[in-house]
């Protein structure tokens, strides 16, 4: 029998969530904006539940501030992006690590499919796809890892930090360098230099946090959402 995970079908809470989400991050909807239930109903003509629940998934990630009719946007700030990029070193390092050790193998192939993802990319000069695959890539050492606590913390912040990739926009001239960054990083993982792959992850994951920092900065203030 074959060995296939069931096919996840993204609620339509998650998908408000995710317009949402990218609203906040490229700053169309500004930091402070009240989230009114009924008039997002209106705008999505949706009923007020999958409302509610895009609400909370954003509250969790910390991109709304508030309960009910005082829930707001929150903007990213320099310093929330360095808190999710430090976290996410955290996580992706120790889970790196686990999975090297125990299920290396099928690292290496996840990440070769990743791999051949950023290479169709990179040959097709599509940024938006390289992105997704270069999240793929990453999202392949929580799943070997077996660590499942350790997976849920990285998908309560993949959404986000995903979000921020995709609206810094990676230039055409960068995803030939960065795939072949990707190629090296896969090497020193399958061949089980757990040192030296903790080097260069923290080196990517660094220069990844600069040019985020750089490309998105916070967005004008609209309102406290503590008033």
Request: glycine share 6%; aromatic share 4%; with cysteine.
């Amino acid at each position: 029998m074959l060995d296939v995970r069931p096919i996840r079908v993204e609620s339509l809470g998650e998908k408000l969530a995710n317009e949402l989400r990218r609203r906040i991050i490229v700053g169309d909807v500004p930091s402070g904006t009240r989230l009114v239930e009924e008039d997002l109903a209106d705008s999505f003509q949706v009923s007020r539940g999958p409302v509610r629940d895009a609400i909370r998934i954003l509250r969790a990630e910390g991109l709304v501030a508030g309960s009910g009719r005082n829930a707001a946007t929150r903007s990213l700030s320099d310093a929330d992006i360095e808190e999710l990029m430090a976290l996410r070193e955290s996580f992706e390092l120790l889970a790196v690590e686990r999975a090297i050790g125990v299920r290396r193998e099928v690292l290496a192939r996840q990440l070769r499919t990743a791999l051949a993802e950023m290479d169709t990319a990179v040959a097709d000069r599509d940024p938006s796809a390289f992105t997704t695959a270069d999240i793929r890539f990453h999202s392949a050492f929580f799943d070997s890892a077996g660590m499942t606590r350790l997976s849920v913390l990285w998908n309560q912040f993949r959404p986000t930090i995903e979000g921020l990739l995709h609206a810094s926009g990676k230039r055409l001239a960068d995803l030939a360098p960065s795939a072949r960054e990707h190629h090296d990083l896969a090497g020193l993982i399958t061949a089980g230099k757990v040192a030296e792959v903790k080097a260069e992850l923290h080196r990517h994951l660094q220069t990844t946090c600069s040019r985020l920092r750089s490309a998105i900065p916070p967005t004008p203030v609209q309102r406290e959402t503590d008033e």
